[in-house]
């Protein structure tokens, strides 16, 4: 049965520092994975996807990168920004099927000025 | 561009009363559709997904049922809720052979 784990659970820095949040995952047979963003109360918007082929995907000032052997993922933030503050979920795509997604369970992240 | 409406945002209702929950989407045809639970602390949890109209499959056994009437609308409901049926439900849709999904703003429930 799939898990997916991110640490930490909660971070709060000061504006400026560069972040990274650790994802992983018990089953390395994944199709892809994608990080998400949700802001308090809302939906999810999706940050990255990273294909079972490939290993990172960079958008701004963001950057994830999937390593499938060791079952791990981390998404890097440059820079970060008081409107970076948000909860950061971590996806896995099973094989097979209808699209089925995996999520962990967060790490909310407090940037303050 | 795919849009997701899910009504009501807000909902507070007493343990043992009817549920119903309303997906709508925009902008595509035969979508897959989602509904996600995602409990306090918790990470989002797969309840139901459909493949078409009238085609439902469930994930975890619980207290809630899904149906698909129409192409692009998704409704959850329940009979009678529990305190444990308290969450935010997300809808979301996959379009084709996409491979990623969409969400919805998502419907806060309470039950009291």
């Known amino acids: 049965k799939q898990e ?21 995952f018990t089953d390395s047979a994944i199709y892809n994975l994608q990080w998400f963003r949700q802001d308090p109360g809302k939906g999810l918007t999706s940050l990255l996807l990273i294909q079972s082929s490939q290993r990172e995907q960079t958008s701004g000032r963001l950057n994830a990168s999937l390593d499938k ?11 970060s920004q008081p409107g970076d503050s948000a909860t950061y979920l971590c996806a896995v795509y099973l094989r097979g ?14 940037v303050h000025p | 561009s795919q849009t997701i409406h899910q009504w009501p945002a807000t909902l507070v209702q007493p343990v043992g009363s009817p ?6 989407v925009e902008g595509t045809s035969n979508p897959n ?3 996600y639970r995602q409990a306090a602390g918790r990470g989002l949890q797969l309840l139901f997904y459909s493949v078409g109209i009238g085609q439902i499959s469930s994930e975890v056994p619980q207290n809630l049922s899904a149906s698909r009437p129409q192409d692009r609308q998704f409704i959850l409901s329940s009979k009678k809720l529990l305190l444990s049926d308290s969450g935010f439900y997300l809808c979301a849709l996959r379009v084709g052979k996409e491979e990623t999904q969409y969400f919805g703003p998502g419907t806060r429930l309470l039950v009291l």
């Open chain 1, 69 to 79: 052997s060791s079952g791990r993922s981390t998404l890097y933030i440059a820079a």
């Open chain 1, 97 to 110: 099927g209808y699209n089925k997604l995996i999520f962990g369970a967060g790490t909310r992240l407090a």
């Open chain 1, 4 to 24: 997916v784990t991110q640490i930490p659970a909660a971070l709060s820095v000061p504006e400026g520092e560069n972040l990274v949040l650790n994802c992983s």
């Open chain 2, 19 to 24: 549920l119903s929950l309303e997906c709508t």
């Open chain 2, 33 to 35: 559709l989602y509904w």
